[in-house]
């Protein structure tokens, strides 16, 4: 069956323009109630624009640990009143997913992979709609394998690309492949670069990052307990990865960019290199390692929602 393209001219997507938020479902204007289920949170037992209509910076990633961490270092950076250790999950009422509000900043963990995240942003979209938010930017920020870059580099996405290096994710929708275009904000990427210059402190690239199902097999590994190909076979892929502008490899990128763009939202993802594939599979740095490289994304898009807010001149 022939996948239905939704590109730049497809009836799907918005011009990034500053207005409200913007869901593309009609059907959500006949619901009394919308439960945000995942979320704990609904349109009827809760004030959503009175709760978040001054959100305007919303970062995203897979472990509720490091997002809750987030959200007590942009309550620092961002010299809020209060004491950082004492912000509350507003997900308490589930276990799925955590989420903090620090001022116009939101920070939500989103598990691991596409299936995950996509719930997530499903809620989160329609919560930012239902809210009446305007101009948000939305972060992903992870960690990722590098590919020809040395541990601790932070990527800054141009494309998020699927296995075969195509800027596109596919959406099965009653039996239908539905493709989706994954290019991200080209204004936002450069402002980030922009701020890597400013802080001087990590290496910063803009490049493709490539977005597999799974963690092993799906990214070439040698070391799961499935293998099916030899280290010449792997590297042979990296190698064509890296020729077609691939700088790194995670597990959901391309929904996020696709997501992003149907809805008109600005995004960016920004993931942290633990190691270069091209020279192993298996994550060796010490955990203090680790902890300051995964901190890396954090102090970049603090640094760029700082000068946003007028922090940083």
């Known amino acids: 069956m022939a996948p239905i393209l939704l590109n730049h001219m497809g009836s799907e997507e918005n011009e990034y323009i500053n207005e409200q938020v913007q869901v593309k479902n009609p059907n959500l204007d006949t619901m009394e109630e919308d439960i945000l289920y995942h979320f704990s949170l609904s349109t009827k037992t809760h004030n959503l ?14 472990s509720a640990n490091r997002m809750k961490a987030f959200a007590q270092f942009i309550h620092q950076e961002l010299k ?3 004491n950082p250790g004492d912000i509350k999950d507003i997900c308490e009422g589930t276990d799925r997913y955590c989420m903090y509000k620090v001022g116009p900043v939101l920070s939500i963990s989103h598990g691991m992979g596409v299936p995950s995240i996509s719930i997530m942003l499903h809620e989160l979209i329609k919560l930012l709609h ?4 305007r101009d948000v930017v939305l972060f992903r920020l992870g960690t990722s394998g590098g590919v020809g870059l040395a541990p601790g580099t932070v990527v800054i996405t141009e494309k998020a690309v699927d296995y075969s290096f195509r800027p596109q994710f596919e959406q099965v929708v009653l039996g239908k492949v539905i493709t989706r275009n994954t290019e991200l904000d080209e ?4 402002e980030l670069l922009q701020c890597s210059s400013e802080l001087q402190t990590f290496p910063t690239v803009i490049g493709n990052t490539m977005c597999t199902h799974d963690f092993y097999e ?14 010449e076979e792997k590297l042979e892929y990296l190698r064509k990865a890296y020729e077609a502008g691939v700088r ?3 597990m959901e990128s391309t929904v996020f960019a696709a997501m992003c763009r149907v809805c008109g939202l600005k995004g960016a993802v920004v993931c942290v290199a633990l190691l270069n594939r091209f020279e192993g599979d298996q994550i060796t740095s010490s955990h203090d390692v680790l902890v300051e490289y ?3 994304p954090q102090i970049l898009v603090a640094h760029f929602i700082k000068k946003r807010l007028g922090y940083i001149i």
């Open 49 to 62: 624009p009175e709760m978040f209509g001054d959100i305007k910076f919303v970062c995203v990633g897979g």
């Open 80 to 82: 809020l009143p209060g």
């Open 130 to 133: 239902h809210a009446q938010c």
């Open 187 to 190: 204004g936002v990427a450069n």
């Open 218 to 231: 799906g990214q070439g590994r040698l070391d799961g307990a499935l293998c099916s190909f030899s280290q």
């Open 248 to 250: 790194n490899i995670e």
């Open 294 to 296: 995964q901190q890396r």
